[in-house]
C-alpha cells in the first residue's frame, strides 16, 4: 500500500466553525507533513511531525492545530479560519529521514466562506 | 534556508520533442533533489529524484541531471506525449524534512 489517504475531499466552512481534515497512510512512515497549495503555486510547508512529535511549525497561525495520534494517523484542526486559508491541503509523508521520496495524498479543496 | 528557482515558468513543446526544465539552489548543503509530476487537480507525484553524489539518472524518457558545482539541476523530458501535460516542481532538501519547492513549470504538449 503506497497511498496516503485524506478526508474529506472537499470541505465549505463558515468562519465560525470547527471542522478537521484526516491523512492516514500504512507504509510504516515515520514523518508526515502537511502542506497548503495555492492554484498555480507550489505546496507550501506548514507542518512537520516525526516520530509522532511536532518537529516543525512553520509558524502558522494558532486557527491550525495539527495533531498525531499515532504512527499511521495525521489531523488537522480547523478554527476560526479566514477566507484567504482557502486552498489545496496536502498530506504527505515520508521515511524517517528528510532526503527520500515524499508520498502526497490527493489533498482537501477548502474553502472558507 | 534554502532557495529554488525553476525556468520556464511555462514550456509549449510539440508532441515528440524535448522539453527541458532548469532549476538552481543556493545551499550547498542540499544533498537530495526530487521532481513532482502535479496533473491538474491531481496529487503531486514524484517521476525521478537524484542524489548528490550522482551527476545524472534515467528513467525511460525522463532524466536529471545534477551539477553541484554550480548549483543547479535540470530535468529532461525525451518524445514528449500529451499526458506529459502537468506542472512540473524542482525541489532541494538537506535531509531536514524541508523539502524547497520551485515555483513550478507548465508544460503543455501540443498534438
Known amino acids: 500500500d503506497t497511498e496516503v489517504t485524506q478526508t474529506p475531499k472537499h470541505l465549505v466552512m463558515g468562519m465560525t466553525n470547527k471542522k478537521s481534515l484526516k491523512c492516514e497512510q500504512h507504509m510504516g512512515h515515520r514523518a508526515m507533513y502537511w502542506y497548503k497549495q495555492k492554484a498555480k503555486k507550489p505546496p507550501e510547508l506548514m507542518f512537520v511531525?516525526?516520530?509522532?512529535?511536532?518537529?516543525i511549525n512553520e509558524s502558522v497561525p494558532s486557527r491550525f492545530s495539527p495533531e498525531c495520534p499515532n504512527s499511521s494517523l495525521l489531523n488537522l484542526h480547523l478554527h476560526a479560519l479566514q477566507p484567504e486559508d482557502s486552498a489545496l491541503y496536502l498530506c504527505?509523508?515520508?521515511?524517517?529521514?528528510?532526503?527520500?521520496?515524499?508520498?502526497f495524498g490527493q489533498g482537501t479543496r477548502l474553502t472558507v466562506v | 534556508g534554502e532557495n529554488v528557482e525553476q525556468h520556464p515558468s511555462t514550456l509549449s513543446v510539440q508532441e515528440g520533442d524535448s522539453a527541458v526544465i532548469k532549476c538552481t539552489y543556493s545551499?550547498?548543503?542540499?544533498?537530495?533533489f526530487p521532481w513532482y509530476k502535479q496533473e491538474l487537480g491531481k496529487r503531486p507525484q514524484l517521476i525521478i529524484d537524484?542524489?548528490?553524489?550522482?551527476g545524472e539518472k534515467k528513467d525511460q524518457r525522463i532524466a536529471v541531471t545534477l551539477n553541484k558545482t554550480a548549483k543547479h539541476f535540470s530535468l529532461h523530458i525525451t518524445e514528449t506525449q500529451p499526458e506529459d501535460s502537468a506542472v512540473y516542481f524542482c525541489a532541494a532538501t538537506e535531509d531536514d524534512y524541508k523539502l524547497s519547492f520551485g515555483a513550478g513549470t507548465t508544460v503543455t504538449v501540443r498534438a
Open positions: 504527505a509523508s515520508s521515511q524517517s529521514t528528510g532526503n527520500t521520496e515524499a508520498f
Open positions: 537524484i542524489r548528490s553524489n550522482v
Open positions: 545551499d550547498s548543503a542540499s544533498n537530495y
Open positions: 511531525y516525526s516520530y509522532e512529535k511536532l518537529s
